[in-house]
């Protein structure tokens, strides 16, 4: 018994130091430790070894069962690691993967989503309003003069239909400002309902004009911001619109307002930021090292007034640039032709 | 508008040693952006951007004046040495009666004068040249060097070719033609500003260009100077309806200090008495019946502060007032200030009062704040509109869709159905841009037409519809669009796309119908609610447009858990034929109906008439026995058989 206990260990160690493949290495557990192999059924014959032998036997048949094992799991582990080898042979790291789907995102998507973040993280929400909107909440509320050049024909795109008889005529917002009109209105309700107005809003939209030409798109996109307070003034106007240029062109940029004229805001400014190329030294691409980011100014008291705000107990400020503008800036993608933005050529939008 | 000027010009309206380089820092911070400071021999231009409520900026003197007073603030000495002018008798004669029409012409200033024609001097020649005016002859030059220096138009008439003793204001009728300077013909709209002499012909279009009849050539002995201060809008509309933008036009629109135009008049007849042997003729008409009020502004320097975020003290604002030529006087902190007649069209509230402080304390020295929260700031769901928009369009990208932005305002054929029952713009830029669009497909066709060399498009858009509404706006409809467009494009790729699309969002009750619009495609409803269609244009082209209004409204995070069971499932196929009208929905809802046991059921392979289905069999109890299985399986058959016909194979 004991001899034949020892002849299956050496076979089945030579065995496995043999098994070329995982595959043989499992014939060859089967051969020897399966339901019916040698070593199972061999051990299955202990009873018939005398009782007083039995322990001795016993204890050799399991350190047979434990090196054949561990014999296996070596080299089941030597095998595993061959593999590898014939595997890293044959894979060559510089052909091309297998790709997954992968489209892309408009450029005018991802800056607006940029911007909203950028906006939304110091507590302002985002909101949409009407393009399709009333001359009133467009240019009546925003303090223009009847007669305004922005209110021409040339400038705007009217609606055909009846004038309303108090809101105007039906028109495609030529500016994001008209949401200030709208978000003011909408936190009158919740004055009403006894708490305080307090706005921090920022809408993005779809803006309409008549011009189309290298640098005009018919279509356009702006961002508006609006923030209305008590104890607002120019400093927080200032504060944020610095925020905003520091997160969205870089921490190193400079910003400054100058003296410019809206008709919806009083004071009115041009905010500039450092020219990211020359930093502000000043060179063929920007005006004395700067560039212009748009707009801004203190919200007009005509225009809290028209609506429904107290101008002697709140104050804000606003502002409204164009997204393709900062876009443009940031990117330094010297796109000879806007309206290459809205051409919707593939060989375009598939290289962002 | 912009204005160029030399700065030689400049400075003999403005005493100061600050560099032509300081002039433009100071003046770009405080008033006005100087785009360009360019050399010019021994000299400089600049070239600057007046905004449209500083007319009084388009001039040398008005520059001058405004840089003295931001030189002075900024700590760098600076005098403005106005225009000195005589005052100017005129004689007894009897040249020409003017009558005018009040609501068309705010002033009129006129004198006639004998003249001799020649070259301008070299340096009237060279300012105005460099200020991008063409120089012609010392007459026309003249009217031109004294708008440069006053900004004031003015006008001369050749008083022989005028050959009337009268002329009279009133708005050109709809149809009368007149032939400009320039040699154009135009056809007047109605309401333009004219001059008509005592034959009611029409000799000035007053404020924006004259005429061929009346002006000046090389035979001119006797000059009528004119001086028009017109009322704005009118000349806008004039002015842009004929397409006619000259530099007195975009002035004259803007409003103009009518205290001027006397001051134009007197400086003109300087001029011709120097330049051209002028000798005046006629008596000084001065028509002046739209005089300028005077205004007063009343503000508290606490108001001041309040929006500037700054405390300046009263005494500093007056300073800064007095300065820009606002008489101000102040008590218990109150300001009352007089508006001068040059910035009476732009100063109206206490806030105007507060820019002017503003900007000349300097916007660099107010500091920079965040606003505080606001008070109604709290846990707002982030979970909104945007987040879904987001959402959808990180998951078309990622299913390998290019997104597109096409505009929404389209041509007829781009609109389907009625153009009556479509937003239309009045005045559309073009006839590629007349509707609103009410549907998205028909731009993205236009775009997979558009890049014909693509064997393969994926494009979508996420973008508004307009659906006209009597009498209100619009309402305006955010939809999902998107197309495929290849070698045999199959619907039910795009099927897929919405159904993986619609899961994500966490809506179950997705349904799909056979197209209710007479195309070959699906009709989608989420529950009974109708959410878009999916469209077989051809064999390579399939498209799909949602409603996403409708996603909005059931979109969710929400999170269900389902314990996973611990007994093994049984799962097995099961192929059968029946006929093309026996829909797989169908028979999955009726494999289903036959035993709570059945935990899951889907087609995974069809071939020609023979589907197949994978089953799977489950008891979250207990372990499932093979007699179980069998049974329900016996069911499932017979049914198939006795509902479908179908035959199991």
């Not at chain 1, 593999?83 to 044959?90: A, I, N």
């Amino acid at each position: 018994m004991e001899e034949e206990l020892i002849s299956i260990k050496n076979t089945a160690l030579s065995f496995i130091l043999e098994a070329e493949d995982l595959k043989n290495l499992e014939e060859i557990k089967l051969q020897f430790l399966g339901k019916s192999g040698k070593l199972t059924l061999l051990i299955k014959e202990i009873t018939k070894v005398p009782p007083e032998k039995r322990k001795e036997v016993g204890m050799l048949a399991n350190e047979v069962k434990d090196a054949i094992e561990d014999a296996i799991k070596l080299r089941q582990e030597n095998l595993k690691h061959k593999t590898k080898t014939v595997l890293r042979q044959k894979i060559d790291v510089t052909n091309p993967g297998i790709l997954p789907p992968l489209g892309h995102e408009h450029l005018v998507t991802q800056a607006i989503e940029e911007i909203s973040g950028i906006f939304e993280k110091i507590g302002f929400t985002r909101v949409t309003y009407p393009e399709v909107e009333w001359d009133w909440f467009a240019f009546e509320a925003l303090n223009f003069p009847q007669g305004h050049p922005a209110r021409d024909d040339w400038e705007t795109f009217f609606i055909k239909g009846e004038k309303d008889p108090q809101k105007g005529a039906m028109l495609l917002t030529p500016h994001t400002s008209s949401g200030q009109i709208r978000e003011m209105q909408k936190a009158l309700i919740t004055e009403n309902k006894g708490e305080e107005v307090s706005i921090r809003m920022l809408n993005v939209a779809k803006c309409y004009r008549r011009q189309s030409d290298i640098s005009h798109t018919p279509m356009f996109h702006q961002f508006e911001t609006l923030v209305i307070d008590k104890n607002i003034s120019i400093s927080h106007l200032k504060g944020v619109l610095d925020y905003f240029a520091k997160s969205y062109f870089g921490q190193n940029r400079k910003t400054r307002i100058r003296p410019y004229h809206f008709q919806f805001t009083e004071p009115s400014f041009e905010v500039d930021v450092t020219c990211g190329v020359c930093n502000g030294k000043g060179c063929k691409l920007c005006k004395e090292g700067w560039l212009e980011m748009g707009g801004a100014g203190m919200v007009h008291p005509n225009v809290l007034k028209m609506s429904g705000i107290d101008p002697e107990k709140y104050r804000g400020f606003a502002s409204g640039w164009g997204v393709e503008r900062v876009l443009m800036m940031r990117e330094g993608l010297e796109i000879d032709d806007l309206r290459l933005l809205y051409s919707n050529n593939l060989d375009f939008l598939e290289q962002f | 508008m912009n204005i160029k000027i030399l700065d030689s010009w400049l400075r003999d309206y403005l005493k100061t040693k600050a560099t032509p380089q300081k002039i433009e820092e100071v003046l770009s911070e405080t008033s006005v952006s100087v785009e360009r400071l360019e050399k010019y021999k021994d000299d400089f231009i600049y070239d600057i951007e007046v905004t449209t409520n500083r007319p009084d900026l388009m001039s040398v003197t008005g520059l001058a004046r405004e840089a003295s007073t931001v030189l002075n603030q900024r700590g760098v000495e600076a005098r403005f040495i106005p225009l000195k002018l005589q005052a100017e008798k005129g004689q007894k004669a009897d040249f020409i009666t003017i009558k005018n029409d009040p609501r068309l012409v705010n002033r009129i200033c006129a004198v006639v004068m004998d003249v001799r024609i020649k070259d301008s001097p070299n340096f009237i020649k060279e300012r105005l040249e460099n200020s991008g005016i063409r120089s012609l002859n010392n007459l026309i030059d003249i009217t031109n060097y004294v708008m440069r220096t006053l900004g004031h138009p003015s006008h001369i008439f050749d008083y022989d070719r005028l050959s009337t003793k009268l002329l009279i204001i009133r708005e050109a009728q709809k149809g009368e033609e007149i032939r400009t300077l320039d040699n154009k013909e135009h056809m007047l709209q109605g309401g333009e500003i004219v001059a008509v002499n005592d034959k009611n012909t029409i000799v000035d279009l007053l404020g924006i260009m004259g005429l061929e009849n009346s002006v000046v050539n090389g035979n001119t002995k006797r000059i009528l100077f004119f001086i028009d201060n017109n009322e704005k809008n009118h000349i806008r509309k004039a002015s842009m309806s004929l397409g006619i933008r000259t530099e007195a036009a975009v002035l004259n629109e803007k409003g103009l200090d009518s205290e001027l135009s006397y001051e134009a008049l007197l400086y003109g007849i300087k001029l011709y008495k120097e330049f051209a042997q002028g000798t005046v003729l006629s008596e000084i008409i001065d028509i002046y019946p739209n005089k300028l009020k005077e205004k007063t502004v009343t503000v508290s320097q606490e108001k001041i502060n309040k929006i500037i975020g700054v405390e300046i003290p009263a005494k500093k604002s007056s300073e800064i007032l007095k300065g820009l030529g606002f008489e101000n006087i102040v008590e218990n902190n109150i300001l009352k200030v007089n508006v001068p007649s040059f910035r009476s069209g732009d100063i109206e509230v206490g806030e105007d009062i507060a820019e002017e402080v503003a900007r000349i304390y300097g916007y660099g020295n107010i500091p920079q704040l965040l606003p505080p929260l606001p008070n109604n700031f709290g846990p707002k769901s982030y979970i909104n509109e945007f987040y879904w928009e987001k959402r959808a369009r990180k998951a078309m990208k990622y299913w390998g869709f290019t997104e597109c932005y096409t505009y929404s305002m389209v041509p007829g054929d781009l609109l389907e159905g009625p153009e009556e029952g479509a937003v239309e713009i009045e005045n559309p830029l073009s006839e590629e841009f007349v509707f609103m669009r009410r549907t998205l497909v028909p731009s993205l066709l236009k775009v997979a037409s558009e890049n014909k060399k693509r064997q393969e498009i994926k494009i979508f858009e996420l973008s508004k519809v307009y659906l006209k509404k009597e009498n209100r706006l619009p309402e305006e409809k955010l939809m999902l669009a998107g197309i495929i467009k290849k070698q045999n494009a199959s619907f039910y790729e795009i099927k897929g796309i919405v159904e993986q699309l619609i899961k994500d969002f966490g809506i179950s009750d997705l349904n799909f119908k056979e197209s209710e619009r007479g195309g070959l495609g699906s009709s989608l409803y989420i529950g009974k609610e109708y959410l878009g269609e999916i469209e077989v244009l051809n064999t390579d082209l399939v498209d799909f447009e949602i409603d996403f209004t409708i996603i909005l409204k059931y979109a969710n995070l929400k999170k269900t858990y389902k314990p996973i069971s611990k007994y093994p499932p049984v799962v097995e196929d099961i192929s059968l034929v029946a006929g093309n009208e026996v829909k797989t929905e169908n028979i999955i809802n009726e494999i289903k109906a036959q035993s709570v046991l059945v935990a899951d059921v889907y087609l995974f392979d069809q071939f020609e008439n023979s589907r197949s289905f994978r089953i799977t069999y489950l008891n979250p109890e207990k372990n499932l026995s093979s007699n179980e299985v069998s049974s329900v399986r016996k069911k499932i058959l017979t049914s198939l058989r006795e509902k479908f016909k179908a035959t199991i194979k």
